[in-house]
C-alpha cells in the first residue's frame, strides 16, 4: 500500500516553461517532506523541503507547494532547463520518525 | 562538504555467494540507511541504524543482514546472494536533527 504516490512516472517539458512535479500521501501524520533529485548512476541529491507548518518553500528556481487538506504537495521548476532532467523522488517522514517514505519517481525529461 | 562512499560502483556475483558492501560516511551522522532501487518501484529501505551496534528492519529486509561497528561504517550483506537481489544498492546517512539524507553514488550489483 503506498503512502506516497507520485501518479506520472514521466513528464516532458519544453525549456525555459515551467515544470510542475506532483506528489500526493495518505497518512496525516506526515509533517515533513521532501524533494530528492537523481541522475543515472548517480546517488539521489536533497533538492528541497518543507514542514507541514507551512504551505509554501522557495529556493532559486523551485518551489515546493503543500496543500495538507488534499494532502497533496507539487515542485515547481521555473523556468526549467536541460540540466534538470533526472528522476525526482518525494519523500515523506512523520514526527518522531527517522524513515522517509519514498514516492516511485518521477522521470523529467526536459527539451532544449 | 557531506561525503558518503561506497565500496564499489559495480559488482557481479555468482548465486550462492556471500556479498559485502560497505558504506562509508564522512559526517559524524548518526543515522545511517540501505536502500535498494528498482525500475517503477522507487526507493525501498532494507535497514536502518540509529546508532553503533543499533539497527532496524525496513521494509525488505529478507535475504540481507547488517553491521555497524563505527559511526562511520554501515554494511551490508547478502549472506547467499540470488538472481531476484540484482539490482542498485544506495547508501544514506543523515543528522538525527535533521530530515535531509545524503547519499552515497550506489553500487549497482549483479547476480548471475
Known amino acids: 500500500d503506498q503512502q506516497v504516490k507520485q501518479n506520472s512516472p514521466s513528464l516532458s517539458v519544453q525549456e525555459g516553461r515551467i515544470s510542475i512535479l506532483n506528489c500526493d500521501y495518505t497518512n496525516s501524520m506526515f509533517d515533513y517532506f521532501l524533494w530528492y533529485k537523481k541522475y543515472p548512476a548517480e546517488g539521489p541529491t536533497f533538492l528541497i523541503s518543507?514542514?507541514?507548518?507551512?504551505d509554501k518553500n522557495e529556493d532559486g528556481r523551485f518551489t515546493v507547494f503543500l496543500n495538507k487538506s488534499a494532502k497533496h504537495l507539487s515542485l515547481h521548476i521555473v523556468p526549467s532547463q536541460p540540466g534538470d532532467s533526472a528522476v525526482y523522488f518525494c519523500a515523506a517522514k512523520k514526527g518522531g520518525s527517522y524513515i522517509p517514505t519514498f514516492g516511485r519517481g518521477t522521470s523529467l525529461i526536459v527539451h532544449p | 562538504d557531506v561525503k558518503v562512499t561506497q565500496s564499489s560502483r559495480y559488482l557481479v556475483k555468482r548465486t550462492g555467494e556471500k556479498v559485502f558492501l560497505e558504506c562509508v560516511q564522512d559526517?559524524?551522522?548518526?543515522?545511517m540507511f540501505w536502500y535498494r532501487q528498482d525500475p517503477g518501484l522507487g526507493l525501498r529501505l532494507i535497514y536502518f541504524?540509529?546508532?553503533?551496534?543499533?539497527?532496524e528492519k525496513g521494509d525488505i529486509p529478507e535475504g540481507y543482514s547488517v553491521s555497524r561497528e563505527k559511526k562511520e561504517r554501515f554494511s551490508l550483506i547478502l549472506e547467499s546472494a540470488s538472481t531476484n537481489q540484482t539490482s542498485m544498492y544506495l547508501c544514506a546517512s543523515e543528522w538525527r536533527e535533521n530530515h535531509e539524507q545524503y547519499f552515497g553514488p550506489g553500487t549497482r550489483l549483479t547476480v548471475t
Open positions: 541504524s540509529y546508532d553503533v551496534k543499533m539497527k
Open positions: 518543507i514542514s507541514s507548518i507551512k
Open positions: 559526517m559524524d551522522h548518526e543515522n
